[in-house]
Structures are given as C-alpha cells and as structure tokens.
C-alpha cells in the first residue's frame, strides 16, 4: 500500500484528488496538509511515501516544504502538481528536490501511474514541462564539455553526450537523436546508457530531471 500526503491550500481540491487516487486500491491517503509547512510537520507524524505538492500557497510554499521534507526525509517522494509550468518555478521546485513535477490537467489515471512510478524510484515529468527548458541551441552548442557532482563525485560530459541529452529534453526518440546528430542509433543507446552508468541514475527522464538540476541546458 502506497501512502500519500496531498498538500494544497484549497480543501475542494486536496479532498477531490483524494477522492481521485483512492479509486486505485493501491493508494492510501493518510494525510491532508494546506501549506508546505503542515506537510513537514505531518512527515514526521504520517510518514508518507509520497507526497503531492501545490506551489502557490501561503505561509509556505510548495518549494519550500519540498525542501524541508527532502532536508529530513529523503526517502519520501515528493511530487509537484500544479496549474504553474513556467521555468522558473520548475527550476525551482527541481532544484529544491521534487522527484516529479505534473500539471493539473493530467488525468487520474496519468496521476496514479505517476505516483507509483515515483514510489518505485522513477523520475516523472510531462513533456510539455520539459520543453520549458529545451530552448536556445545556440547556448548548447557552445558548450564543449560540462563537470556535474553526482554522489559527491565530480563526472564530465563530453559535447556528444551533452547534445544528446539536450534533445532527449526535447522528447526526441533515439531514432530522431540519430537522424538529428547524423550517428547511427546505436551509438546513441550506448551514449545514453554511457550516461546513466556515469550519473548512476535509471532512465531518460531522470537524465532530463538531472539536466534541470544542474543547470546543464
């Protein structure tokens, strides 16, 4: 049973999303919370595996409880699910250590699918997110290489790898990569798994996650 903490300062929403998710008997909501900072507090009491997170709301924001929740509780999943899909406040929520980041006009089954998804250590965001941040190719490609820290240990990525991460941001499948970059799609999975085994992390969405995170686009 997957235990989720729905965080929102308005009441119809937070009891309608709960309605919603505990439609799949998977889910169990244990906990109701108006701002970031009733969230932390109930952290600690309802331990929840994963948390849906509003941005917008008062006395603490949804970056902010974000941040304290990941500060104590790193194991516990946090969600962003928002009206807001500008680039600031998913740099934002990103960097404060959301491990997903949706909009409000996802569907149930979408929202289900994302909170399993991030409760079994995958990262979740829609593409339409995403492409907030696949602009000015001319500011990439003027980047040579790029040193990201990851678990502590510093890790470079060559131009090939930084251009092929630039255009999985943008949705780009590995047969698109190919014909974009003029390589044979098999270099671009051994490029890509290349990456994952660098930055230790799972799939393509997390290597989209880690680019927001660090600044790389």
Do not use: H, W
Request: net charge positive; charged share 25%; proline share 1%.
């Amino acid at each position: 049973m997957i235990k989720v903490l729905i965080v929102d300062d308005q009441i119809i929403l937070r009891e309608s999303l709960k309605f919603i998710i505990e439609q799949d008997t998977d889910i169990n909501v244990v906990g109701l919370a108006g701002n970031g900072a009733e969230a932390f507090s109930l952290c600690g009491k309802l331990k929840p595996d994963v948390v849906l997170m509003d941005i917008m709301m008062p006395d603490c924001d949804g970056v902010e409880g974000t941040r304290l929740i990941k500060s104590k509780y790193e194991s516990i999943k946090v969600i962003i699910l928002t009206t807001f899909n500008d680039e600031k406040n998913v740099s934002r929520a990103i960097k404060s250590g959301a491990d997903g980041y949706v909009l409000k006009d996802i569907s149930p089954e979408q929202l289900i699918l994302a909170i399993k998804s991030v409760f079994n250590g995958f990262s979740i965001m829609q593409q339409s997110t995403l492409n907030t941040f696949a602009q000015s190719k001319e500011k990439r490609n003027k980047k040579s290489s790029k040193t990201v820290k990851t678990g502590g240990v510093n890790v470079k990525l060559g131009n090939r790898e930084l251009e092929i991460l630039s255009l999985i941001v943008e949705g780009k499948n590995n047969k698109e990569i190919a014909e974009i970059m003029y390589i044979t799609e098999g270099t671009v999975k051994n490029t890509i798994s290349q990456m994952l085994d660098k930055l230790k992390l799972k799939d393509r969405t997390q290597l989209a996650v880690f680019a927001v995170k660090n600044n790389i686009l």
